[in-house]
T-cell receptor
Framework: QKEVEQDPGPLSVPEGAIVSLNCTYS??????FMWYRQYSRKGPELLMY????GNKEDGRFTAQVDKSSKYISLFIRDSQPSDSATYLC???????????FGAGTRLFVKA | KAGVTQTPRYLIKTRGQQVTLSCSPI?????VSWYQQTPGQGLQFLFE???????NKGNFPGRFSGRQFSNSRSEMNVSTLELGDSALYLC?????????????FGPGTRLLVL
């Protein structure tokens, strides 16, 4: 079993839709949960991170972590064509010095 | 401030050859991590270096090795290349490896093994 599971998609939505991206994880030692965005031919860039459980909002983006169910979510409101990218969820344990990524979900937002 | 740079950006090799990839971290960053990205497996952790010491290693065969120099630049080497080594190799740098918000990725080196 992979430590972080993520549906690779692809996911296609119309412009303006609410997008829900989800992951599950199995490593209870994870303290940080992150979402990265990766455009074609680029390296991943950190979008948001959450420490432990809870919600975090940044503009159109909301990240949620439920440690009881080991579930990680990212919501994108009013999606734009510029949001079209691969979104990677990840977990991090500060004692391990390594980030464990999900497979990434390819998102297409159609104008 | 310059970002993480990786050289070369593209590389074509044949089976059995070896390859060395280079990563220059952001100035002041002392931690460098390497990842392999493939369509089937996603991003997989290779190893992490801090102050020339490997602190963690992923589940890759011994053909994959790395090192870090005193100026924090890092190299990774893959010997006896196999077709399955074709991938995007990414490095990420951070101040000390513990701050998520300071981890930045380079653009990657795309390796094709024929």
């Amino acid at each position: 079993q992979k430590e972080v599971e993520q549906d690779p998609g692809p996911l296609s939505v119309p412009e303006g839709a609410i997008v829900s991206l989800n992951c599950t994880y199995s490593n209870s030692a994870f303290q940080y949960f992150m979402w990265y965005r990766q455009y074609s031919r680029k390296g991943p860039e950190l979008l948001m991170y959450t420490y432990s459980s809870g919600n975090k909002e940044d503009g159109r983006f909301t990240a949620q972590v439920d440690k009881s169910s080991k579930y990680i979510s990212l919501f994108i409101r009013d999606s734009q064509p510029s949001d079209s990218a691969t979104y990677l969820c990840a977990g991090y344990n500060t004692g391990g010095f390594k980030t464990i990524f999900g497979a990434g979900t390819r998102l297409f937002v159609k104008a | 401030k310059a970002g993480v740079t990786q050289t070369p950006r593209y590389l074509i090799k044949t089976r059995g050859q070896q390859v060395t990839l280079s990563c220059s971290p952001i100035s002041g960053h002392r931690s460098v991590s390497w990842y392999q990205q493939t369509p089937g497996q996603g991003l997989q952790f290779l190893f992490e270096y801090f102050s020339e010491t490997q602190r963690n290693k992923g589940n890759f065969p011994g053909r994959f090795s790395g090192r870090q120099f005193s100026n924090s630049r890092s190299e990774m080497n893959v010997s006896t290349l196999e077709l399955g080594d074709s991938a995007l190799y990414l490095c990420a740098s951070s101040l000390d490896g513990t701050g998520i918000e300071t981890q930045y990725f380079g653009p990657g080196t795309r390796l094709l093994v024929l």
